[in-house]
């Protein structure tokens, strides 16, 4: 057995503040007050049913993740955030028409209480949206100033100590890393000249890091994954992960895609296609937020398969992503996957997959355990890129150095015994040898 790292206990209250609160916030906040409440349970976190095991088999010692680790509990989260429109979370929740009346009605007066702060929002990152709750600032370092004193209000008010913060805004025009976002020093002088390539998730992020407080990407937004940040992050000590969650067709994909190469089962095509009808599927269907979550989506497959290694089974694969706006469906995101898939001597077989998910319920859950898990890594000392949360993103961060793990189980695996290593328990290798010595 390890040595276990000394993890401050969670005292008091966990403040989870969020940029952008439509659907998936507002979603994760419901279920907050309605599992609270008694009215609903925690279906999909990790945090709240899954378990650990610890030690050998024979030793039946299978915890619940959240009474083995120090987490702050789910009842003890206090809500904040900024949104580019002004509806309480309420009224976002009942626009983003997620949850049923009655589930709405019954946690109407918590949700009332949860009201955006402004947004620091450009039109150049997000086109197909009628902001109306926005900050006016001089310069990016003005606008920073103004994030960082909303965060300092937020724990004031709320007498916190503790605060994460989880970016669930709307998918901003693709970017790549470029000369501003390279270096520390770069990003600062960009600062200083409000250069247009830092975005308002930029923004969110520096400011979260400068304040010590946990950042989450949920979005495929650039953000805190530029080198300047992610350096920021490493050297001031604060936990990151990102980006962009795992909730529908790319999880799908990245439970069977480690099947098929399980098994040495080729692949010479893969077609998603996705209808979606609510508010990110309305800023999705600007080209340019659009290009951010397939860039996002297609990266799964290459690494999970590594056609590298395997010529034979995975050279030249087609993959092609759709996503379409298709309002009467709300959230109810409709998807479907046709796998092109040879066998034994290289003959065809079919795979279809009809998923008719629903995009904020797979997403809620993700939030909450992103803000539990980043505040226990603050506890534990843990600063910078989190791999070990890459089980929550179709992006997940890691050093530059390393290729990112996809494959849901090993994420899985990563995750857990990253929990165990934590707690001084033995990172479990499933050899099984020893039972038969
Ligand atoms: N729901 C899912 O399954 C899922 C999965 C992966 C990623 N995501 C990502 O999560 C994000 C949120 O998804 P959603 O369904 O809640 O979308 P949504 O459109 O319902 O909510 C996004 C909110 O962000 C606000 N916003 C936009 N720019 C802002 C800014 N600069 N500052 C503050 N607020 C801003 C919008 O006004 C809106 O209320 C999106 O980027 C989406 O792509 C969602």
């Not at 009332?112 to 039109?123: C, G, T, Y």
């Not at 001089?138 to 007498?159: M, T, W």
Request: aromatic residues 8%.
């Amino acid at each position: 057995m390890g040595e276990a790292r000394e993890i401050e206990a969670p005292k008091d209250r966990l403040g989870v503040l969020m940029s952008g609160m439509g659907a998936v916030a507002t979603t994760f906040m419901a279920g907050i007050e309605l599992v609270k409440k008694g009215l609903a349970e925690p279906v999909g976190s990790l945090t709240q049913i899954g378990t650990v095991r610890l030690g050998k088999r024979t030793e039946d010692r299978s915890p619940k993740i959240r009474d083995f680790v120090p987490l702050q509990s789910a009842g003890d989260l206090v809500f904040g955030g900024w949104d580019a429109l002004p509806d309480d979370a309420y009224e976002a929740a009942v626009a983003a028409g997620v949850l049923e009346k009655d589930h709405l009605n019954a946690v109407r007066n918590d949700l009332k209480e949860i009201r955006p702060m402004l947004a620091v929002f450009d039109p150049r990152y997000v086109h197909r949206l009628s902001a109306t709750h926005v900050r006016e600032y001089g310069s990016l370092r003005e606008a920073i100033e103004l994030v960082r004193e909303d965060i300092r209000a937020f724990k004031r008010d709320h007498g916190l100590e503790r605060v994460v913060m989880v970016n669930c805004a709307s998918t901003e025009a693709y970017a790549q890393p470029r000369e501003a976002h390279f270096t520390l020093e770069n990003f600062e002088r960009a600062l200083d000249r409000s250069d247009p390539a830092v975005s308002p998730a930029m923004i969110y992020a520096y400011a979260a890091l400068m304040e010590d407080v946990p950042y989450a990407n949920g979005a495929p937004s650039l953000a805190v994954d530029i080198p300047a940040l992610t350096q920021l992050a490493g050297a001031r000590g604060v936990p990151i992960a990102g980006k962009d969650f795992k909730t529908g067709q790319t999880w799908m994909k990245t439970v069977i895609a480690p099947g098929l190469k399980a098994r040495m089962l080729g692949l010479e095509g893969w077609f998603s296609a996705n209808i979606l009808g609510n508010r990110d599927g309305e800023v999705l269907e600007d080209p340019e937020s659009l290009k951010s979550k397939e860039v996002s989506k297609l990266s799964v497959l290459e690494h999970i398969l590594q056609p590298g290694l395997y010529p034979e089974l995975y050279d030249d694969i087609s993959h092609v992503v759709k996503i379409n706006y298709y309002p009467p469906r709300g959230d109810a995101k409709e998807g479907w996957d046709n796998i092109d898939i040879y066998g034994w001597l290289g003959y065809p077989m079919q795979i279809k997959v009809n998923f008719l998910a629903r995009d904020s319920i797979l997403a809620a859950p993700m939030v909450l355990d992103l803000a539990l898990f980043l505040d226990l890594a603050q506890r534990a000392n843990m600063g910078g890129i989190q791999e070990w949360l890459s089980f929550y993103f179709k992006s997940p961060m890691t050093l530059p150095e390393l290729y990112p793990e996809h494959d849901l189980f090993i994420q899985l695996m990563k995750l857990k015994n990253t929990l165990r290593t934590i707690m001084g328990e033995e990172v479990i290798h499933h050899t099984g040898l020893d039972y038969y010595e």
